[in-house]
């Protein structure tokens, strides 16, 4: 049993933090045991955090495993930099040792950045995604996982014919779905332009067949849409999704910036889900992702850190950002929190066990330290949305194992 004392902001709604200074949250064999305020007890074998804020651990919505060393390197426009940058890097992670050393380094930047559950894109390749869940299963981090596909319109390197890309994704799945409680396989269509038809078709077939998850990217940039009409004709890039199969409840899309009216509602009406990655948008000038309309559209979305496109795996970053990159829609700080804690854990149907402090659920915790002179209060969470990078990353616990622990 441990016993943690601490001062907790919990996220509750889309638009409410409760905060419960000076509590002793206890833990047993990785669940949340129970929530007591410090007075009311007493405080034997407790360990002293009461100078932190906890937090339930912080969810990535989406993310590349494999591009987390060409952060930073920039060229404007998503299709050219993917070209010059992205595609040179995700080959080299085909090397299993390569791709072992980068997955290490990968997690164990999350576990300090307080990311206690990704949703994850590796290379197109099984040495990456293989390698990618045999780490995280030794470092205990929560994750889906996927291998990307890329059947058509991509360098040689990378390309696979549909039958391997169908059926290496379809083995890792088998591997590892089911095998360790914080891990799943997600399929990982890339986007539309570097998908056949026939390839996507099967992965919603397949993902139909075993209730499974999905992710790919919508929308993003100007050129990637005339280059989906170019390449499948129909009415919009949604549709070819639509036509495919992959409009799902269990569906994550990146980015889905430029989409009309028409689009949302057929979203909306497979209930599918967004991945927003306000950062992202920004450094590959993609455009400004239509909140208003989609908070109305009634989609659900949470935070993504898309790293590489994206410059940090810092969620709090990414929740300031949500704020930034609107242009005239304030974004509250409770809000951007709950879309990287309880809302991201809602629309993954994770609710009961993580997104936030409550007893009963899984201890995926963080324990942050705001800088000298700033005191803890209910108003901590604004400071936090604005200068989370400000604050000490003390503790980090996925189920309760120990994944990230700084000591002075
Ligand atoms: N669209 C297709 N692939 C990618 C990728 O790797 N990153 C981003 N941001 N968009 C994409
Ligand atoms: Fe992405």
């Known amino acids: 049993m441990r016993n943690i004392l601490c001062n907790i902001l919990n996220p509750v709604s889309a638009d409410r933090i409760e905060f419960l200074p000076r509590h002793v949250i206890s833990i047993e064999q990785g669940i949340i045991q129970s929530i007591i305020p410090a007075e009311a007890q007493e405080l034997t074998d407790v360990e002293d955090f009461s100078d932190c804020l906890a937090l339930p651990g912080f969810i990535d919505l989406h993310v590349h495993l494999s591009q987390y060393r060409m952060r930073g390197l920039y060229e404007p426009a998503l299709l050219p930099w993917l070209n010059k940058y992205v595609f040179p890097e995700e ?95 997600i399929f990982t269509p890339r986007f539309a332009p570097t998908c056949s038809m026939e390839l996507m078709k099967e992965v919603s077939r397949f993902a139909y067949d075993h209730n499974s998850w999905i992710q790919t990217h919508l929308s993003e940039n100007t050129d990637e849409l005339a280059w989906v009409k170019d390449l499948f004709g129909l009415n919009s890039y949604t549709e070819v999704y639509e036509k495919a199969g992959l409009l799902t409840p269990h569906s994550i899309f990146g980015h889905a910036i430029h989409l009309t009216n028409i689009e949302l509602s057929m979203l909306k009406a497979n209930e599918a889900k967004l991945a927003h990655c306000p950062d992202s948008n920004f450094y590959l000038k993609s455009g400004e992702y239509p909140m208003q309309r989609i908070l109305e559209a009634g989609i659900e979305f949470g935070l993504g850190s898309d790293v590489g496109a994206g ?41 009961s066990r993580i997104g936030s402090i409550n007893a009963g659920k899984d201890a995926d915790i963080v324990l942050l330290k705001p800088p000298v002179g700033y005191p803890i209060s209910e108003q901590s969470l604004s400071q936090l949305v604005f200068f989370g990078n400000e604050f000490e990353v003390k503790h980090t616990m996925v189920a309760g194992r120990v994944v990230h622990n700084q000591t002075d």
């Open 91 to 185: 080959a080299r992670s085909a090397e299993t040792g390569y791709a072992t050393d980068l997955a290490k380094q990968f997690y164990q930047a999350l576990c300090q950045a307080g990311t206690t559950t990704s949703i994850i894109y590796t290379a197109p390749s099984e040495a990456a995604c293989e390698a990618a869940f045999a780490v995280a299963e030794e470092i205990g981090i929560r994750a889906m996982i996927g291998m990307t596909m890329m059947d058509q319109n991509s360098p040689a390197g990378l390309v696979q014919s549909t039958t391997k890309s169908l059926d290496t994704s379809f083995a890792l799945y088998e591997r590892w779905h089911g095998k360790n409680p914080l891990l799943d396989y």
């Open 311 to 351: 410059t940090t795996l810092n969620m709090l970053h990414h929740a300031k950002m949500m704020n930034f990159r609107q242009s005239s829609l304030s974004v509250m700080p409770a809000n951007a929190l709950y879309h990287i804690t309880l809302g991201s854990a809602r629309l993954l149907g994770m609710e």
